[in-house]
Structure formats: structure tokens, C-alpha cells
């Protein structure tokens, strides 16, 4: 006797797993222009990579003699898959199935995702839509309630995999609740424009609670999460979404007990750019374009921005020099000088702990003004969450360089600048306890009040105080390293990346803090 | 023809009027300059269209997200 019949029944759930909702589930989620959890699957990995993990799971009935009479897949799809050749975890909700809300195989399956990833020391994708609990078969009587008190915490798996392995989610759909608490669990998330809504609660929870009816998309369309910092990037579609989780894992190692992966590039170390030399206008009331210089200096294609939408005055992107992974950061001058707000604050701390857990060298262009004052900026606690980044480039342990390329003001330039920092100085460079402007109206206010003509004395103590601010008397007294031709920023860049290799080659392992949510 | 209102992204004050009402613009194309925080910030045609209509004046204060002009896109 061979165990045919049995293998046949392997077979035949295996073509039950792959059926998902059924024809109609699956219909219903291709009319509403979205991919089913397998073809997402398929397209954030590399073709024909993706390997299952528990094929079996499932909810099944059985009739009075043992015979199946039901058989309904879990709701949650998870396996091994390879990114540009390198091994991945990643897992979904299957919206074809129960609204993606977790079914009890399900949610066995999802709540593993981490451990996988974990045990593995491996990225994980983390493909989602869908809600969370629900409220139906929980008041059963009879039988147990509640999980038992000696439980391991289900959410702490999640907190310990940011400080191990790289995290990256994407929202494919409506996500609330638990999905919701995931999707901001990572170190990168994305979100398709006018397709995918992020909400701790959906409407109907936020009717019956406050009395006031609101659509998904008012709650938490992109409109809403671009700004609020709950969702780092945009995307066009899925395709862009899942796009974009493959390039932010490029810059990453698998965890973080290796180092980020140094790739072969053709774009000259050497290379100057002629634009960089008028880059910074001579007129400091105009603004200039520092994304602009950025991608000038960068490996040729390799810019890659995150979070541009939230604290809008801080530039935060990934980007490679001579090949090597690095983290940029900088400042936006046309939005309120670039001086730092409660969020650009939380930004900015954020990647320099992001940088610092996977090992990736900071690289931070500055034109910081200092941190936004006014009565807005005070009521947001600007200076709490100011220090809070204040004290990450402080303590941070990744290789620094600081690229000055305008203005340092204030405790807020002291984000900019890690320790041991390399720093280049561009003959724009500025710096001080306080900009020029309103540091002559504080320092001289009895002064210019007795004057006869404030405003020609104001004039004459900016234009003295600023010729005292030059950067050249700042290389001879070596308070920076080198005072540099603009043009010349690429090919010093490039060489630093070179002499760090010895630094960056004993830090791999866990930081001495845990990076959060 | 759409009207599209154009936004200020920042607070501060009209420093300069640069694009008349019925100009036509590209995407871009600045239509007013504010000064904020000591600087030059230009609002620019999101698109490209007609400018119908400037909302506000020289020196007028505007807050971040306040509709500064009109658009014909």
C-alpha cells in the first residue's frame, strides 16, 4: 500500500491554497484595481524566487466521519524570496479571503512573519491590507478566554525586529488597526496615492464614537499621512509601491550584524560639477535648490528620498559614494529657511538612528538656520524633539562627514554634526550662535533705539558682524578640515568614503539603543 | 477649463506680485514672491494655465496653506 491517496490530498490543498478567495474574491479585488497578496508577491520579488512557507495552514471543517467538508486556505501568505539576489522574508494579507481580517490560521501564520525574519537574520517585506480584530465569535460562553498569562508579548517580536533586521511595509490597500500598527513598524513605508488608506480606527468606529461621519480617504488618505510622518513615501500605483521597497532594501545589509552592500559603479570619483560653484546664490535671500546639490555629488542615480513630505524643512534620502551606502541628510531652505521644526526634529533623529543601526555613514549637507521659533513652533514643543536630535548625532557611532554648504546656527547645527565628523567647508559656509539678523536686533536693542538712523546702524553692525563670520578664518584656525571649492565636493566625499572602510568594517551588531517606531 | 487654486506652502508676507491676472504661465512659472523667515520664497504655478486671479496684495500676510491665486489650468 503507497500513501498515493494521501499525497493526492497534499495536492489538493496545496490547489486550494493557491485558489485563494475563489474566482469571485479574486475578481472582485482585480475590479478595484488592486493585485491579489500572490501577484504582489511575485512582483516585489525576483521572478520565480518565492519559496512558501506553511502551504497547509488553513481552516478546514470535517464531516461526522472524518471526511473535509471545508477547507478554507489562511489568510496570510508567507515565504523566502530573493531582492536583486539577496534572500528576503516576506508576507501578506489575502484580501480575496474574509477582507483580509485574520482568520485563525491566519494569524498564526502573520504573527510568525517576524520570527522568520528574525531567526533568519533577514530583510522582511511586510505586503499589507486589511483590518484588525474582530468582535465577531469573541463572546462565545464557555471554554477559555483570553491568552494565558505566562504569553510572550505578541508585539515584541515586532519592536525587536527594528533592531535587528531590516523592516520595509507597504500599505495596498485600506489598513486599520493591528495592520495599521505594522505598517508603521518598519524602517521604510509606502503608500499607493488614492488607493490605500491608513487609520488606527475606520469610519464606522469614529461615527459611533464621536458622532461625526468621515470618509476613509478624509481619515487616512495619503493626503493626511504624507504630512503626518505615518507613512514615509508616496506611490503612483502598486508596481511603484513594491519598486520602491526593492530599491530602499538595496541600501541596506541583511541585518544588522553584516555592513551595507558597497555595489560597482561607473561614475568617476573625480567628478566636479561647474553648477555646484554658483549653486548658493551670493544674495542670501534667495533660496537655492539643495536637493539639487545633493544629486550633483551623489553616484549618478543614486538619490533616493524618504519622508519628503514630513518636516518638509529637512532633506532625509539614501544615496551611494563610490558605490558606498550612505545616509543624507540636509537642510531645505525654501521651506522656513530650513530651520528645524518639531517634525523636520523627529525626522532627523529618525534616520541618524535608522543610519546608525544598519551602519550606513551619515553624509550631511547644512543650512541650518536653527531651530524654528514662533508661537506654532513652541506650542509643537519644537526644542523637546529638537534635543531628542540633538542628542542622536551626538551619540551616534556611524563615520560623519558635514558638507557646509550655507548656514550653522544655533543647538540645532548640532544635528548636523556627528562625532569625530569630517567637515568641509564651502566658501558660502556661515556659521554662529545666532543668524546675523536677529542676532543684531537682540545683542544691540538699546543701542539701535538710541540711534538717530536704527536702520543704517543695523546695516553697518550686520555687514561688520558678517565679515567676521567669513569660513576662511575658520580653516586657518583648523575648526574644520578643509575649506573647499564647491566643485571639489565629489571627489573629497568619495576619498572619506575610502579611509572609513577600517571604521565601518568593527561596527556591525546591534546599537546600544533600539530604534522605534 | 478647471479652476485650480494655488496654496501657499509657507507662512509670511507678499513681498513682490511677479504674474499679472490673465498671463499665461508654465508649470514652474513664479506668480508671487513671499518673504519668510528673511528670505525670497517664490509661490509657483503648480501646473501649467492662466492665471485668473491673485488673491492677496504686497505686504499682505499669508499663512501656510492659505489660497494665494487663482489658476485657469
Redesign the interface.
Known sequence: MSWQEEADEIRRRREHALAQGGPEGISRQHDQGRWTVRERVEHVLDPGSFREFGRATATAEYGPGGELTGYAPANYVLGFGMVDGRRVVVGGEDFTLKGGSPNAAGLRKSVYAEHLAVQHRLPLIRLLEGGGGSVRGSGRPGGTVGEPVHTEPRFRIIAEALGQIPVVSAALGAVAGFPAGRLVASHFSVMVKGRSQVMAGGPALVERALGRPVTKEELGGHAVHIRSGVVDNLAQDEEDALLQMRRFLSYFPASVWQLPPRQDFDDPVDRCEDALLDAVPRNR???FDMRGIMRLVVDSGSFFELARGYG?DQIAALARLAGQPVMLLGND?????G?MSAAGAQKVRRYIELADTFHLPIVNFVDE?GFMIGPKAESEGTIRYGMAAVSAAATASVPWASVQVHKTFGVAGAAHYGPDAYLLLWPSAESGAL?V?GGVAVAYRKELAAAEDPDALRAQLENDLRAGRSPFPRAESFAAHEIIDPRETRPFLCEWVEWIQGRLAILPGPVRFSFRP | MARMEVESEVAGSVWKLVARPGTSLEAGDPILILESMKMEIPVEAPVAGRLLELCVAEEDPVEEGQVVAILDR
Open positions: 535671500r534667495q533660496p518638509r531652505c525654501k521651506f522656513y529657511a530651520a538656520p543668524p539678523e
